[in-house]
């Protein structure tokens, strides 16, 4: 287990522990899996002891839920649609809600947290496509392709369900 890592000598360590053998679990600050990788770049570690050293990259959020003791639905406007990157189409079947605010939520209209996650498996092909330096556009449409559920549609998920407001998710993660 490293802590925190911050600064090239630490990211020496835990990649060179993970190279000769050990399983290191640690953390980094990023917005995404993806930009994780270029994380370690920046902190002089060349991709190719990246790639042979990390198994998996998880980011994680969590999302306020609205407050069920006050919680209604709406339609939202277009604008507030277009500002998250959705069209009226894609969610005629979203069941919008927010929370006017009550003595149960202390007025915020939000109550209890849900986690998100985006879960990054390194397969050869990634591996190759690390090591060649390849844009993260192309990475992440791999990724995707092989089942990667993005922080942004877990998050979207949970407004379909009438669990959270588009606001919240603007809010923690990035419109994709
Ligand atoms: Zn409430």
Request: hydrophobic content about 40%; glycine content about 6%.
């Amino acid at each position: 287990m490293v802590g925190e890592i911050r600064d090239p000598d630490t990211a020496q360590i835990a990649v060179q522990s993970a190279l000769t053998g050990h399983l290191v679990f640690t953390t980094i600050h990023a917005n995404n899996v993806f930009d994780v990788i270029g994380r370690f770049t920046q902190m002089e570690i060349d991709p190719y002891s990246l790639v042979s050293a990390l198994n998996a990259v998880l980011a994680q959020r969590l999302i306020r839920l609205v407050c069920a003791s006050c919680s209604s639905h709406y339609t939202p406007s277009e604008e507030e649609l277009e500002a998250s990157g959705l069209d009226p189409q894609q969610v005629a079947h979203y069941h919008f809600v927010h929370g006017k605010g009550c003595g149960h939520c202390r007025g915020t209209g939000y109550r209890g947290r849900s986690a998100i996650a985006e879960l990054l498996h390194l397969d050869d092909e990634l591996r190759q496509m690390i090591v060649e330096r390849q844009p993260i556009s192309k990475i992440k449409a791999h990724a995707c392709k092989r089942g990667l559920r993005l922080l942004r549609e877990s998050a979207l998920e949970l407004v379909q369900q009438g669990r959270t407001t588009l606001e919240e998710i603007n809010r923690v993660t990035f419109i994709s």
